[in-house]
């Protein structure tokens, strides 16, 4: 196992994912009109779970 989520998933036996960050920007070279922000968090966490939902009763 070579990411920590492979560990979490056979450990715990559950669902696990490996989160990359989408965003370029950081404080140096700010993006305001594509970079990350609160709301776009939200709107990832918010995608992330509908995912999840659509198949976690196929999972067992």
């Not at 920007?25 to 968090?41: A, K, Y």
Request: hydrophobic letters at 45%.
């Amino acid at each position: 196992m070579t990411l920590a989520t492979h560990w979490v998933a056979e450990r715990f036996d559950c669902l696990a994912n490996t989160l990359e960050m989408p965003f370029k920007d950081n404080d140096n070279l700010p993006d305001t009109e594509m970079g990350w922000s609160p709301e776009r968090s939200i709107q990832l966490g918010e995608a992330s779970l509908i995912a999840m939902l659509a198949v976690v009763d196929d999972l067992r």
